[in-house]
């Protein structure tokens, strides 16, 4: 890891946050610190960290309740620290944001291997879902261009392959993405279908 991270940390032991706001800039990141989930969420929005590292256990708000918030709005690396280690929090730590879990105590040489193994998870599950992501857009944009195809095959008469290459034809013409062609003719063919409506005496 040769970036440098702004870590957010939460613990509700002082000892603890002394420990990480100490040990976390020896290994070239910056930490900012806070003593409970509350804290954690409401300072989350405003640090921006590219890393967050938490207790689970905290008084007010465990820190697997609080991470869940959080990457509601933004998606964001944890890594969990705790005193235990029972088969309930290992459990509930199975989600995708989570991405080492470390017990106390944590040795510099054990949190420096966390976060790099954390933030290399994170971007290549960044990656994944990004891939996933353009995959749903892709099918999307084809179920489109597949309506704009058939509208023009119905109004003009055309085979399937005559009407694709007008599309082609009409989007470097116009110098727009094929998709963009295509949700165009449909708003036309939306329009039409209105006023054709409208002049029906019926």
């Known amino acids: 890891m040769n970036r440098s991270l702004k870590v957010l940390v939460a613990d509700d032991e002082r000892n603890m946050r002394d420990y990480l706001q100490e040990l976390l800039p020896r290994l070239g990141h910056q930490a900012v610190v806070v003593g409970n989930g509350q804290q954690m969420i409401d300072l989350s929005r405003v640090a921006q960290p590219d890393l967050i590292i938490t207790d689970l ?10 991470v869940a918030e959080i990457n509601r709005e933004r998606a964001i690396p944890v890594i969990l620290v705790s005193a235990h280690s029972d088969a309930e929090w290992r459990a509930r730590s199975q989600q995708d944001y989570v991405m080492a879990y470390l017990v ?46 058939g509208i023009l095959m119905k109004r003009l008469g055309v085979q399937e392959h005559e009407a694709f290459r007008r599309l082609q034809k009409c989007s470097t013409q116009r110098n727009e993405k094929l998709i963009q062609v295509a949700h165009e003719l449909l708003k036309a063919e939306d329009i039409f279908d209105k006023l054709e409506h409208a002049s029906d005496p019926r």
């Open 57 to 66: 256990r905290m008084g007010d708000l465990d820190g697997l309740t609080a």
């Open 104 to 149: 106390k105590p944590i040795k510099q040489s054990d949190l420096e291997c966390a976060i790099d193994l954390a933030m290399s998870r994170f971007e290549q599950f960044q990656a994944l879902r990004q891939e996933v992501a353009d995959l749903h857009q892709t099918l999307a944009d084809r179920k489109i261009i597949e309506r704009a195809k």
